[in-house]
């Protein structure tokens, strides 16, 4: 069982920046490949960045490529996702999740929701124009 907490979310302003945390619970977490999503009321969750349970691997979906970047620190049990040259599009709930090490680290496994079996709250990133 892992347990996650995000934080890092609030308001900027278009082209600013934001750090998000996730941090989890429990010894196993450098076991899980780790993944950010987002979701707005009434859209499907949206695949964001992933990263691999050692951090060797990383993937991101083509919106957000060049400007977000996705973390790790296994000794901390945490996860990041920088997110630099912010949108408006970029508005909203953003959630981290944890999938165990034996789904591989592929396209289209690690894009899918379906594969994480753990998640987190979110937190709300609302990026003004």
């Known amino acids: 069982q892992v347990q996650l907490i995000e934080s890092g979310g609030g308001l900027v302003q278009a082209g600013g920046s934001l750090r998000l945390s996730c941090a989890a619970s429990?010894?196993?977490?450098?076991?899980?490949?780790m993944g950010w999503f987002r979701q707005v009321p009434g859209k499907e969750r949206e695949f964001v960045a992933a990263?691999?349970?050692?951090?060797?691997?990383?993937y991101y979906a083509d919106s957000v490529k060049g400007r977000f970047t996705i973390s790790r620190n296994n000794a901390k049990n945490t996860v990041y996702l920088q997110l630099n040259s912010l949108k408006p599009e970029d508005t909203d709930v953003y959630y981290c999740?944890?999938?165990?090490?034996?789904?591989?680290?592929?396209?289209?496994?690690?894009?899918?929701?379906?594969?994480?079996?753990?998640w987190g709250q979110g937190t709300q990133v609302t990026v003004s124009s």
């Open positions: 999740a944890a999938a165990g090490s034996r789904i591989a680290f592929v396209v289209p496994i690690l894009t899918d929701y379906r594969s994480y079996a753990y």
């Open positions: 429990g010894r196993t977490f450098s076991s899980y490949h």
């Open positions: 990263i691999s349970w050692s951090g060797s691997s990383t």
